[in-house]
Structures are given as C-alpha cells and as structure tokens.
C-alpha cells in the first residue's frame, strides 16, 4: 500500500466502519422505551462533564483568593496592626500606638493631664516623628515641661525586640532635638520595656504608663519603703530627684539596652539656677527665688495644685509609717531610715540644705514651704507609733483598698 | 487509475467533528422522529465502532449500539446542553459495554482466530476500508484503537477523548501518535 497520510488512514477508518454499521434506526424508533429516571445507571458519567470548567475555574478563583488573602494581611500588618507602643512620661502619660510604618495609629492617656493634652490634638495618620514633636510642643505649652522640669520617660514596647530598638532610637533622637529647642537641655530616660499583667494593672491603676510602672516597681524592689502611690504620681523630674537624694542612679533600673540622655545631676545642681545678680558665686537663694516667682506665675498654680495632692497623700500615709517602721526592723542605721522616708514622704521638717533639697524632690523647685507643711511635719512625728485611729482605720481601709 | 480512484474514492469532505444540534434531545424527548433518525445517523456509526473497540465482537457491539440508542430515547428528557453531545452519548455507551463485558466474564472466551472473524470486517467491500480498519484492531493495543475510533470517526478533540476515557491528555495524544504511526508501517509494509 502507498504511503498513508494521518487523514488517509481516518478516512479509510470512516468508511470501513460506516460499512458495517446496522440500520436500526427505524426499529429502534418503534421499541418502546420507559422515561428513565436521574440516577438510572447508564447515565453514570454523563454529568461530570459540567464540573469540569466549574473546577478549572475554582482553581484559578482559588488562586487568585489566596494571593488576594495574602496581599491583604501583608497590607492590614503593614498598616493597622500595632507594631510597638510608644510611652512618654514627663507628669502627663500618654501612649502612642504605631505601625510598621512608623505611623501612629492611636494615641491614649494614661491620667488626666494627658487627656488634656490630647483633646487639642489628633495625632492618627500621623508620622511619629511629627507627633512626638506636637506632644512635646504642646507639653511645652501647658507648662508640663520647663527649664526646670525638663524630664520624661520614654518607654518602648514592641513586637519585634530590633524594630522596636530602632524605633526607641529614633524618638528619642526626636525629643531630643525638641527639648533642646524649647527648653535648651532635658533629660530622657529611655528603656525598652515587656509589660506583664502586674504591671499592666498598676499603670491602669494610677494613672501611669506602663513604663513608668515598670521603672516603680523595680524601684520598690530595692527600696520597699517606698510608696507606690506617691512615686506613681510624682512628676519625673521628682522621680529622679528622690532617687537622687536617696543615693540611687536611676539609670541602673531603667533595664538592657536602657540609657540617659542629658544630665542627671543638673536637676539637683543649684548653680544651674543660679541667677547670681552679684556675681560672687555663692548660691544666691534669694535671687533664685525671686527670678523663680517673676518668671514662672503659671506656676503657682501648677504648685498649689501639687501641694493639695501632696496634703491628701500626707493624710493617708500617717498610719503607714507605723507599719513602715515595723517593717524597717532591720535597719540599724537610723539616718539611712530618714533619707528614705523623706525621699517617699518628701515633705522633709528639717530647715538645713539637705532637708530643704529633700523636700524640692516632690516640691518643683521655686515651691514655697509655709506652715502648713512644717506642722504637718510636726503632727506626723507626733503621730508616728501612736496612730489617730478614728483617720487610721478608714485610711488603712483605703490603703488596702488601693493596694489590692 | 488515479481518475477511477477519485470517483471511487469520492467521500464527503474530510469529516471534522460531528456537529450535533443540542436541541435533537428534547426533540427525541418529546417523541420527534426525525430528530431520532437525525440522531441516528450521525451517530451510529462512532457509536458501534466504539462499542467494537470494547467488546471486540461484532454481535456484542450491535446490542449495545441499539441499547445506547434505546437508552438515549429514555433519558433524552434528562439531557443537560453543555455544549458536549457526544461525550454523554458515549458515556452511555461505555457504561453499556462495561455492564455487557462483567456479564460476559463468565463465558467461555472464543479462540484468537475466531475472535478476529467475529468482528465482522469480511462485510466491508473496499479491500483498503477493510485492511485499514482490521489492522487497528489486531495490531494496534486496545486504548490505541479505542483513541483512533473515536477521533476518526466522531472528530472529538484528544482532551475530550481523555475525559471520556479517563486519562491523562497527554497519555492520550501518545497513544494517538503511536497508533497512527504503527498502522502507517503497517499498511505500507503491505502489497
């Protein structure tokens, strides 16, 4: 046979078979035939032919979900989820949600002088950069900050340990800048922080960031003495100050990788203030003081208001000493016991510089010491061991109560 | 001789896919006749050599031709237009050789020879119809054959032929390449 093409050769298979084929057609027209049913078993097959583009589809539908899935939570992690938390102590406590981005997501307040700062502001969208420089602007502002309360705390909290390092890094490289030009120095306290569920519950509590709570709570590790509640509402430049007087280098508490930005020692340094108008180089408190007063009337305000605090504080923790000296047993050195109670209890008697340095640790400096105060002093060394227990009890119910 | 081969040779253009108007079914289903012999027609012929393919008896072939056909009638109203007439015709076919083929497992199988003649290619007048298509049948593996028949006869594509078949396309196209190229040889070795 000759050479067969492809189409040859069905041809040939064509007509063979249409050559053997029966013709049946008519007969087959004439049988009778019963309807049959959908699962008649000759038609086993017959429907698959329909999921086929039905499952091709779905593959590529399938596909295409899941790349959409994919770009979505890469773009929701990149954008709304929370990165790091940002805490910023100075008296206001503020935290400050961001994204991978370095964009704010949300900003809170701890206490109420930060939710004062933060109805005149809105920082969502906002770069940090930007925002750190408006709440330190607007701290400025509202007299949170000065030359003389140049202090803040800056804590981090991130999910990623190098992230949030950076993060820490870059902002406190912003509030120092800020600081500088509005106040001319500060001090930043920096650390990097994992808040638990104690410290979480102490920084709800009073009214503090966690970071700040952190940085208390390892205070009080050394020093228990030391009352939670009057540390968690002293202002940071106080903070320091009281450590200070208690002979504690505060940076040692601030954790791994936790650093100081500025001089500690300028806010106890009394020739930072000096305003020497005789130039002889002898601290001139009565320059000082009057500078203060003439320069500084917002601050009255801000110091009556702290000194009320101070009185309400002073109220409850007549029966704690009691307890604290119980506690204290320990402690042979009678003096050690001193500087530390006036370090939590700031509101030192003694009228010598070191009692008066004491005391400006909860006082801001320039704070007037009247009457009130020394009888106060007065009463509380009358009362310590005996206890007024008409106050004592409901004091010590309300103790209890905050501590719990 | 080439003239005499032309006219004897004379067939309708090359056959490309049996186009089947989908709306035959419900035609047939509401008693049409015409659609039915239409039908017939067109289809009969694949059908039957693939019932061949199968079975490999002429006989067993023609019942299950003429069931397929009976089965169409009664399941003509269940037709679901996909656009694919053919692959649900021979999917009843292929289910009706198989049923026919489990039964027929208990008789006693007929000797090679017989098997041949049983097919029934000695009723085919045109001596290369004849050889082309005993020679796919005898020479040529079983899914090779079955492949050929189908694309021979009803033009259904090869990924089509797979679904039906229930292979891999391209196990499918292989099978056809081969087939094809060994009944080349084969005829061509042949006076």
Aim: glycine share 4%.
């Amino acid at each position: 046979m000759k050479s067969l093409s492809e189409r040859q050769i069905n041809d040939h298979i064509r007509r063979a078979a249409s050559a053997m084929t029966p013709k049946y057609a008519e007969e087959l027209w004439e049988k009778p035939v019963e309807k049959a049913d959908g699962d008649a078993w000759f038609l086993d097959g017959t429907k698959q032919k329909r999921k086929r583009p039905l499952r091709r589809y779905m593959r590529w539908t399938a596909l295409a979900a899941a790349c959409f899935a994919i770009v979505f939570i890469s773009w929701f992690q990149l954008f709304h989820m929370t990165d790091a938390t940002i805490y910023l102590d100075v008296n206001p406590s503020i935290s400050v949600d961001v994204n991978c981005m370095g964009r704010v997501l949300d900003a809170a307040a701890d206490n109420e002088d930060g939710r004062i700062l933060l109805d005149q502001m809105n920082l969502r969208n906002a770069d940090i950069d930007a925002a750190m420089s408006e709440l330190l602007t607007s701290m400025v502002r509202h007299g949170y900050l000065s030359r003389t309360q140049n202090t803040l705390l800056l804590s981090v909290s991130g999910r990623n340990e190098k992230r949030a390092e950076a993060l820490r890094q870059r902002i406190s490289s912003d509030a120092e800048q800020a600081l500088s030009t509005l106040l001319g120095q500060g001090i930043i306290l920096e650390q990097n922080v994992d808040p638990d569920d104690t410290v979480d519950e102490i920084s709800e509590h009073y009214g503090i960031t966690p970071g700040k709570a952190a940085l208390i709570l390892k205070l009080l590790k050394d020093r228990p003495s030391w009352d939670l509640k009057e540390l968690a509402g002293m202002p940071m430049a106080d903070l320091i100050r009281s450590c200070q007087t208690a002979g504690i280098d505060i940076s040692h508490y601030l954790g791994e990788g936790g650093e100081v930005i500025g001089d500690l020692n300028s806010l106890l340094d009394p020739d930072e203030r000096d305003r020497d108008d005789d130039n002889d180089d002898d601290p001139d408190r009565d320059d000082d003081r009057e500078n203060h007063e003439k320069n500084q009337p917002k601050k009255e305000e801000q110091e009556d208001h702290e000194k009320d605090q101070l009185k309400k504080s002073e109220h409850h923790s007549k029966d704690e000493s009691s307890e604290r000296k119980a506690n204290n047993s320990d402690d042979s050195d009678d003096d050690d016991d001193g500087d530390e109670r006036k370090a939590a209890h700031p509101t030192g008697s003694g009228r010598n510089d070191a009692d008066r340095n004491e005391s400006k640790a909860a006082h801001p400096p320039g704070s007037e010491r009247n009457d009130d105060d020394a009888d106060d002093k007065k009463d509380k060394e009358q009362d310590d061991g005996k206890g007024k227990k008409k106050d004592s009890d409901r004091d010590r119910d309300e103790v209890e109560a905050d501590d719990d | 001789m080439l003239i005499f081969e032309a006219v004897v040779y004379e067939t309708p253009p090359q056959q490309a896919e049996i186009l089947l108007d989908e709306s035959l079914f419900p035609r047939i289903a509401s008693g049409d006749k015409a659609a039915f012999l239409a039908l017939y027609e067109k289809c009969s012929s694949p059908v039957f050599a693939y019932a061949l393919s199968i079975l490999r008896s002429r006989g067993d072939s023609e019942d299950a031709m003429q069931d397929t056909f009976l089965k169409i009638r009664s399941a003509a109203h269940l037709y679901q237009p996909l656009g694919k007439p053919l692959a649900w015709i021979f999917t009843i076919t292929r289910n009706i050789c198989l049923m026919m083929y489990r039964q027929r497992a208990h008789t006693a199988q007929l000797p090679e020879e017989d098997r041949v003649q049983d097919l029934g290619f000695d009723r085919i007048q045109n001596a290369e119809d004849r050889m082309t298509l005993e020679k796919a049948f005898t020479v040529l593996p079983e899914d090779s054959c079955r492949i050929i028949m189908l694309h021979a006869l009803s033009g259904m594509k090869h990924r089509e032929i797979a679904e039906l078949m229930n292979m891999p396309l391209s196990t499918v196209l292989s099978k056809y390449k081969r087939g094809i190229e060994k009944l080349r040889t084969e005829l061509e070795g042949m006076p």
